[in-house]
């Protein structure tokens, strides 16, 4: 029953500041995923949190209860490393044992507790093999089980699937959130993998270069990106950027196609004299055709190139200067021939404006 | 993977040549000298003279018979043995606690470890020559006597009230300050190369500093402790040079500062030049060094090491 909170904190190393102020509240028994690119700041976040790392500056809090200065030990956390990080020269017992061992429990506690866990992670016919002996996926669960076993207050995951194989990380990770859920404990889970983000996140938080970029729930991160970065960090293929002119009139026009954007947007630019604008769309909401359709938004260009995945392809058209991925069915890309003039038609409901000297969504500035 | 013998020839054959050039054939022109009688380096009269085993039975005589050798093999066993164990846990311990100090400190601290083995022989044993010097000039005496703890100069490494003990503490003293840097940096090389992450891990689950220590520095690197150990002993077994310019500008006593490595050589070179009883000596020394390292490597579990092989390389 923990809640975490980083009040302002800031971690610097030398000259790089990897934690830029940062926010952030993780509610109790939710699963968080920290997303972002490499060299985000998304391990040294976790590190503070665990408190292998003292902030620079700030504080944080389990259930407001200030533990900055507390050691890892003191703050009952567990962890689970990408590479494991599994004591090569203990047995897969004694890897598990080694936390209980340290705070001196009885053996036959110990013992229990060992075989309840491995019992839980289904890694009883493990136990005495050394590390060296076991797969990527058995190795990742004896990990879970060391950090588990401690019946910490908070769990806190860096990367934990990134060395598995395509299909096991889609089977580990629903098996993580299941665990998770059964368990109800308070997670923080990193990763650069968007999908699995949305796969298993109650929360994203979004960090680049340092700084939260979006916090919310996979649906908001996803339909509603709070700015360019997190658009274009977001999906597969992810959001489509174009940049456009706002004229007179109140219309936006792009290569030679003009759009009436809604009032509420119209509004917001006007109040912040915007002369240019972006605007961003999912790969997933337009459709490329030879000819436009009626209530759509239908930039022209040139067919560039079409990549069948099985159900959906990705098409890629050259509209201007910008370079434009849709997905859509096959069987209908598959109609269309490489090098000709067709028409993107974008649903207009479905487009995010973007201011573009803040990179900020229209949505999110305060009207 | 298989590799052809011509190109394991190819790529291995330099270093064959050199270890060849270098070791092997000193090796057996040094086993061979012990079976001639040899003195005064006169080649011409004694390489194609054949006696025997006439130098072990005279070596075996000075052993059983001669007070002095009995001296020459107490202080050898004394000298590799104490320095030996400074060497290693010395090293072992400066590698510790630079392992845990900040990056720039350790390479400061280091390299004031260093620099007695990087100082040429010659100056550093000058150096000692004057800290242990038996008159007023030597520093030691002048800090003894400024502090009036003595009211005469000693001559620790001379004077036959202090002897033995006053010889080998110098020797090994002086040996085992250029000997630790080596133990040094091998451990904190070992030390660097496990993972952080899994020091990481064992804070997190409450490992303090001298557990993690115990618990994953000391179990992970076995190998090099090993590896150092053995090494050590060899190049104690074998080293001379401090000790015959401290024998030979008369800071230590020459009974009591002669370990066997140095008897042979000042046999071969300085006193009797009786280079075919130093061939054999020598040759001596070397099969016993053989022993001990065999010993040592299967008392440490050097097999287990080499034996289970980590798949196909
Ligand atoms: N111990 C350290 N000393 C110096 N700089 C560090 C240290 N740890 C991290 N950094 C720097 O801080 C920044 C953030 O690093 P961090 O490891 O948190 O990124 P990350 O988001 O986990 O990236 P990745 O996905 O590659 O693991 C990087 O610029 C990194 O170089
Ligand atoms: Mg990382």
Same mark, same amino acid.
């Given at each position: 029953?923990?809640?975490?909170?980083?009040?302002?904190?800031?971690?610097?190393?030398?000259?790089?500041?990897?934690?830029?102020?940062?926010?952030?509240?993780?509610?109790?028994?939710?699963?968080?995923?920290?997303?972002?690119?490499?060299?985000?700041?998304?391990?040294?976040?976790? +590190?503070?949190?665990?408190?292998?790392?003292?902030?620079?500056?700030?504080?944080?809090?389990?259930?407001?209860?200030?533990?900055?200065?507390?050691?890892?030990?003191?703050?009952?956390?567990?962890?689970?490393?990408?590479?494991?990080?599994?004591?090569?020269?203990?047995?897969?017992?004694?890897?598990?044992?080694?936390?209980?061992?340290?705070?001196?429990?009885?053996?036959?506690?110990?013992?229990?507790?060992?075989?309840?866990?491995?019992?839980?992670?289904?890694?009883?016919?493990?136990?005495?093999? +050394?590390?060296?002996?076991?797969?990527?996926?058995?190795?990742?669960?004896?990990?879970?089980?060391?950090?588990?076993?401690?019946?910490?207050?908070?769990?806190?995951?860096?990367?934990?699937?990134?060395?598995?194989?395509?299909?096991?990380?889609?089977?580990?990770?629903?098996?993580?959130?299941?665990?998770?859920?059964?368990?109800?404990?308070?997670?923080?889970?990193?990763?650069?993998?968007?999908?699995?983000?949305?796969?298993?996140?109650?929360?994203?938080?979004?960090?680049?270069?340092?700084?939260?970029?979006?916090?919310?729930?996979?649906?908001?991160?996803?339909?509603?990106?709070?700015?360019?970065?997190?658009?274009?960090?977001?999906?597969?293929?992810?959001?489509?950027?174009?940049?456009?002119?706002?004229?007179?009139?109140?219309?936006?026009?792009?290569?030679?196609?003009?759009?009436?954007?809604?009032?509420?947007?119209?509004?917001?630019?006007?109040?912040?004299?915007?002369?240019?604008?972006?605007?961003?769309?999912?790969?997933?909401?337009?459709?490329?055709?030879?000819?436009?359709?009626?209530?759509?938004?239908?930039?022209?260009?040139?067919?560039?190139?079409?990549?069948?995945?099985?159900?959906?392809?990705?098409?890629?058209?050259?509209?201007?200067?910008?370079?434009?991925?849709?997905?859509?069915?096959?069987?209908?890309?598959?109609?269309?021939?490489?090098?000709?003039?067709?028409?993107?038609?974008?649903?207009?409901?479905?487009?995010? +404006?973007?201011?573009?000297?803040?990179?900020?969504?229209?949505?999110?500035?305060?009207? | 993977?298989?590799?052809?013998?011509?190109?394991?020839?190819?790529?291995?054959?330099?270093?064959?040549?050199?270890?060849? &050039?270098?070791?092997?054939?000193? &090796?057996?022109?040094?086993?061979?000298?012990?079976?001639?009688?040899?003195?005064?380096?006169?080649?011409?009269?004694?390489?194609?003279?054949?006696?025997?085993?006439?130098?072990?039975?005279? &070596?075996?005589?000075?052993?059983?018979?001669?007070?002095?050798?009995?001296?020459?093999?107490?202080?050898?066993?004394?000298?590799?043995?104490?320095?030996?164990?400074?060497?290693?846990?010395?090293?072992?311990?400066?590698?510790?606690?630079?392992?845990?100090?900040?990056?720039?400190?350790?390479?400061?601290?280091?390299?004031?470890?260093?620099?007695?083995?990087?100082?040429? #022989?010659?100056?550093?044993?000058?150096?000692?020559?004057?800290?242990?010097?038996?008159?007023?000039?030597?520093?030691?005496?002048?800090?003894?006597?400024?502090?009036?703890?003595?009211?005469?100069?000693?001559? &620790?490494?001379?004077?036959?009230?202090?002897?033995?003990?006053?010889?080998?503490?110098?020797?090994?003293?002086?040996?085992?300050?250029?000997?630790?840097?080596?133990?040094?940096?091998?451990?904190?090389?070992?030390?660097?190369? #496990?993972?952080?992450?899994?020091?990481?891990?064992?804070?997190?689950?409450?490992?303090?500093?001298?557990?993690?220590?115990?618990?994953?520095?000391?179990?992970?690197?076995?190998?090099?402790?090993?590896?150092?150990?053995?090494?050590?002993?060899?190049?104690?077994?074998?080293?001379?040079?401090?000790?015959?310019?401290?024998?030979?500008?008369?800071?230590?006593?020459?009974?009591?500062?002669?370990?066997?490595?140095?008897?042979?050589?000042?046999?071969?070179?300085?006193?009797?030049?009786?280079?075919?009883?130093?061939?054999?000596?020598?040759?001596?020394?070397?099969?016993?060094?053989?022993?001990?390292?065999?010993?040592?490597?299967?008392?440490?579990?050097?097999?287990?090491?080499?034996?289970?092989?980590?798949?196909?390389?």
């Amino acid at each position: 029953m923990v809640s975490i909170r980083l009040d302002k904190v800031t971690k610097r190393f030398g000259k790089v500041v990897a934690v830029n102020n940062v926010d952030l509240e993780i509610e109790d028994g939710k699963l968080y995923v920290l997303l972002g690119p490499s060299g985000g700041g998304k391990t040294t976040t976790l +590190y503070l949190i665990a408190g292998i790392y003292k902030p620079t500056s700030g504080r944080i809090y389990f259930n407001e209860k200030d533990v900055t200065d507390l050691t890892p030990a003191e703050r009952n956390v567990g962890l689970v490393f990408q590479n494991y990080a599994l004591y090569p020269h203990m047995k897969v017992y004694d890897n598990i044992a080694f936390p209980l061992r340290l705070r001196k429990e009885p053996k036959s506690k110990i013992d229990s507790k060992v075989h309840e866990v491995a019992k839980f992670l289904r890694i009883e016919n493990l136990l005495d093999r +050394y590390p060296h002996q076991l797969s990527g996926g058995q190795q990742q669960r004896v990990a879970l089980a060391r950090a588990l076993v401690k019946e910490p207050s908070v769990l806190l995951l860096d990367e934990p699937l990134s060395n598995l194989d395509a299909l096991l990380r889609v089977y580990i990770r629903a098996e993580l959130k299941r665990m998770q859920q059964d368990l109800g404990i308070t997670s923080v889970y990193v990763t650069h993998d968007q999908s699995e983000a949305l796969a298993i996140a109650d929360k994203i938080v979004v960090i680049n270069k340092g700084v939260i970029q979006q916090e919310g729930t996979p649906e908001q991160i996803y339909e509603n990106p709070r700015n360019v970065f997190v658009a274009t960090f977001i999906g597969n293929p992810p959001m489509n950027i174009v940049k456009g002119t706002v004229l007179e009139d109140g219309t936006i026009e792009t290569t030679g196609s003009r759009l009436t954007p809604p009032p509420a947007v119209l509004e917001k630019i006007k109040r912040l004299k915007l002369k240019n604008i972006l605007m961003a769309f999912r790969p997933e909401n337009a459709v490329v055709s030879e000819h436009p359709i009626e209530g759509r938004f239908s930039p022209m260009g040139d067919l560039f190139e079409v990549e069948p995945l099985g159900r959906d392809a990705v098409v890629t058209v050259t509209v201007g200067e910008f370079v434009i991925k849709v997905v859509m069915p096959t069987r209908e890309a598959m109609q269309l021939r490489i090098g000709s003039k067709v028409y993107v038609n974008i649903d207009p409901s479905t487009i995010k +404006y973007f201011d573009p000297n803040t990179e900020l969504n229209l949505e999110y500035i305060e009207a | 993977m298989k590799i052809r013998k011509t190109s394991l020839l190819f790529f291995l054959g330099p270093a064959l040549f050199v270890v060849a &050039l270098f070791y092997i054939i000193p &090796l057996f022109l040094s086993v061979y000298i012990s079976f001639t009688p040899m003195v005064d380096w006169n080649v011409n009269r004694y390489l194609t003279q054949f006696v025997g085993l006439q130098n072990y039975e005279r &070596l075996f005589h000075i052993v059983m018979y001669d007070p002095d050798m009995r001296a020459v093999i107490m202080t050898t066993v004394v000298f590799v043995l104490v320095t030996l164990v400074i060497n290693v846990f010395g090293g072992l311990l400066l590698a510790l606690a630079t392992y845990f100090m900040d990056e720039k400190m350790s390479a400061a601290y280091q390299g004031l470890w260093l620099l007695p083995r990087m100082t040429p #022989i010659a100056v550093y044993s000058l150096l000692w020559y004057y800290f242990f010097h038996s008159s007023g000039i030597g520093v030691l005496n002048s800090i003894l006597l400024k502090l009036h703890l003595i009211n005469h100069p000693i001559a &620790l490494g001379l004077d036959p009230k202090y002897l033995p003990w006053g010889a080998w503490f110098i020797i090994i003293f002086v040996n085992g300050l250029v000997g630790v840097s080596y133990g040094m940096i091998i451990f904190y090389s070992a030390f660097k190369s #496990i993972p952080r992450e899994l020091i990481i891990a064992a804070r997190v689950d409450g490992a303090s500093t001298t557990r993690i220590i115990r618990h994953i520095l000391l179990p992970l690197t076995k190998w090099h402790f090993t590896f150092v150990t053995v090494w050590q002993m060899f190049s104690l077994l074998m080293t001379y040079a401090q000790t015959f310019l401290l024998v030979e500008w008369r800071v230590v006593d020459s009974t009591w500062g002669q370990t066997w490595a140095l008897y042979v050589f000042r046999t071969a070179f300085t006193t009797t030049k009786d280079q075919g009883l130093a061939a054999a000596a020598s040759t001596f020394l070397s099969i016993i060094g053989i022993i001990l390292g065999i010993i040592a490597l299967k008392a440490l579990g050097y097999e287990k090491m080499i034996l289970e092989p980590k798949g196909d390389i």
